[in-house]
């Protein structure tokens, strides 16, 4: 019986589709996805159609669907605690290697189901907040501020501007990763 997701199965099919008919250059993270979505299956967040078409996704092979939630669950701290081991030493510091959060954003007059926000907050140590999205600037500020502390200042401004975040937004699912340590070789900053 599956326990876990494998991680490989889920990065291939995500990849592949996020590439398919790109022609731009950008950078996408299946393991920042695989944790969000491991996070909304595993607090029963998601239901029905779209907790099967998210476990497909996840490579979960069961129609069980409280096994299903049990397995996205059991993937999620088995990825968290595994990432969370890498250890690295950096000005006589001991830091982790990778850090990964995620946030859930929900539009004021929309409300958290409690056991849900309990368990996504709780278990999955996910930021949990209602936010008024037609105050553009205010949203885009609080989601940035959550960002940077997140990723330990490292990413300042995700959004640029408020209307990267239209009024008309029900809900933002936010996920950072920031990879931290030291390298043999060092990156020439010509060539970057």
Same mark, same amino acid.
């Given at each position: 019986?599956?326990?876990?997701?494998?991680?490989?199965?889920?990065?291939?099919?995500?990849?592949?589709?996020?590439?398919?008919?790109?022609?731009?250059?950008?950078?996408?993270?299946?393991?920042?996805?695989?944790?969000?979505?491991?996070?909304?299956?595993?607090?029963?967040?998601?239901?029905?159609?779209?907790?099967?078409?998210?476990?497909?996704?996840?490579?979960?092979?069961?129609?069980?669907?409280?096994?299903?939630? *049990?397995?996205?669950?059991?993937?999620?701290?088995?990825? #968290?605690?595994? !990432?969370? &081991?890498?250890? +690295?030493?950096?000005?006589?510091?001991?830091?982790?290697?990778?850090?990964?959060?995620?946030?859930?954003?929900?539009?004021?007059?929309?409300?958290?189901?409690?056991?849900?926000?309990?368990?996504?907050?709780?278990?999955?140590?996910?930021?949990?907040?209602?936010?008024?999205?037609?105050?553009?600037?205010?949203?885009?500020?609080?989601?940035?501020?959550?960002?940077?502390?997140?990723?330990?200042?490292?990413?300042?401004?995700?959004? *640029?501007?408020?209307?990267?975040?239209?009024?008309?937004? #029900?809900?933002? !699912?936010? &996920?950072?990763? +920031?990879?931290?340590?030291?390298?043999?070789?060092?990156?020439?900053?010509?060539?970057?």
């Amino acid at each position: 019986d599956q326990l876990v997701i494998h991680p490989n199965h889920f990065t291939q099919h995500f990849l592949k589709a996020a590439y398919a008919n790109n022609t731009e250059n950008y950078v996408v993270c299946p393991i920042g996805a695989l944790f969000l979505l491991t996070a909304l299956l595993g607090s029963n967040g998601i239901r029905q159609n779209t907790a099967k078409q998210v476990a497909t996704n996840l490579g979960i092979r069961t129609s069980n669907s409280t096994l299903r939630t *049990k397995i996205a669950k059991m993937s999620y701290v088995h990825f #968290r605690a595994s !990432l969370g &081991n890498e250890r +690295t030493i950096i000005q006589r510091s001991e830091v982790k290697v990778i850090n990964v959060s995620t946030g859930v954003f929900l539009k004021t007059n929309y409300k958290f189901q409690k056991e849900f926000k309990d368990v996504i907050r709780d278990e999955f140590m996910c930021k949990v907040e209602n936010l008024d999205f037609t105050n553009q600037l205010r949203s885009v500020g609080l989601i940035n501020s959550w960002i940077k502390y997140k990723t330990g200042g490292l990413i300042d401004n995700f959004f *640029k501007n408020k209307y990267e975040l239209p009024a008309n937004t #029900r809900i933002a !699912l936010m &996920n950072t990763v +920031t990879f931290k340590d030291v390298w043999k070789k060092k990156f020439d900053m010509a060539h970057v």
